[in-house]
Antibody
Framework: QVQLQESGPGLVKPSETLSLTCSVS?????????WGWIRRPPGKGLEWIGT???????YYSPSLRSRITISLDTSQNQFSLRLNSVTAADTAVYYC?????????????WGQGTMVAVSS | QSALTQPASVSGSPGQSITISCTGT?????????VSWYQQHPGKAPKLMIY???NRPSGVSDRFSGSKSGNTASLTISGLRAEDEAEYFC??????????FGGGTKLTVL
């Protein structure tokens, strides 16, 4: 059974970089599937951040592309998110998720989510 | 690319059926059969209920069904139950390899 777990700081200062890691158990991320990051700001809906394939190919939200990097660390069976120059608008619950044998954007397995606040 | 459009809220009584719409454009829903639906209870992670417009993941009740016509996708829940009360989000693949979410619909079971 595949399980995902997000980790990272719960508080980031404005203009700094938000860094999160998603640890995967039950499946080697280098074998297959796409792995994504999604967030939900307080009082708002879900927002797709980006996705990385098992080969390291990345797909980013156009609105965030200039500030984000998603990468794989197959040695640790993890994938990560870096979001630069954060503002209060980046305050959200951040989820990592795994796609299945289906179309782009169908995330079958999710982490529990981690709250990140941007504040000085 | 704008978010997909969903009604802010819908409601129904136990046992009834409800349908939630999700309207996009010819660049997303209208061109691709990659529409997903997610259920999210407060404080919980989203759960995939429908993928590729009509498919249910293993373990999801057959009371949940999906469809699409033109630029609009729909999620229908039949035989409403109290535990169905949650927020529902649609998502669609869009051109240039991006993913759009809807704004979310809060379902109230009366």
């Amino acid at each position: 059974q595949v399980q995902l777990q997000e980790s990272g700081p719960g508080l980031v200062k404005p203009s700094e970089t938000l860094s999160l890691t998603c640890s995967v158990s039950g499946y080697f991320i280098s074998i297959g599937y796409h792995w994504g990051w999604i967030r939900r700001p307080p009082g708002k809906g879900l927002e797709w951040i980006g996705t990385v394939s098992h080969t390291g190919t990345t797909y980013y939200s156009p609105s965030l592309r200039s500030r984000i990097t998603i990468s794989l660390d197959t040695s640790q069976n993890q994938f990560s998110l870096r979001l630069n120059s954060v503002t209060a608008a980046d305050t959200a619950v951040y989820y990592c998720a795994k796609e299945g044998d289906s179309g782009f954007g169908a995330f079958h397995v999710w982490g529990q989510g981690t709250m990140v606040a941007v504040s000085s | 690319q704008s978010a997909l459009t969903q009604p802010a809220s819908v409601s129904g009584s136990p046992g009834q059926s409800i349908t939630i719409s999700c309207t996009g454009t010819s660049s997303d829903i209208g061109s691709y059969n990659y529409v997903s639906w997610y259920q999210q209870h407060p404080g919980k992670a989203p759960k995939l209920m429908i993928y590729d417009v009509t498919n249910r993941p293993s373990g999801v009740s057959d009371r949940f069904s999906g469809s699409k016509s033109g630029n609009t996708a729909s999620l229908t829940i039949s035989g409403l139950r109290a535990e169905d009360e949650a927020e529902y989000f649609c998502a669609s693949y869009a051109s240039s390899i991006t993913l759009l979410f809807g704004g979310g619909t809060k379902l109230t079971v009366l």
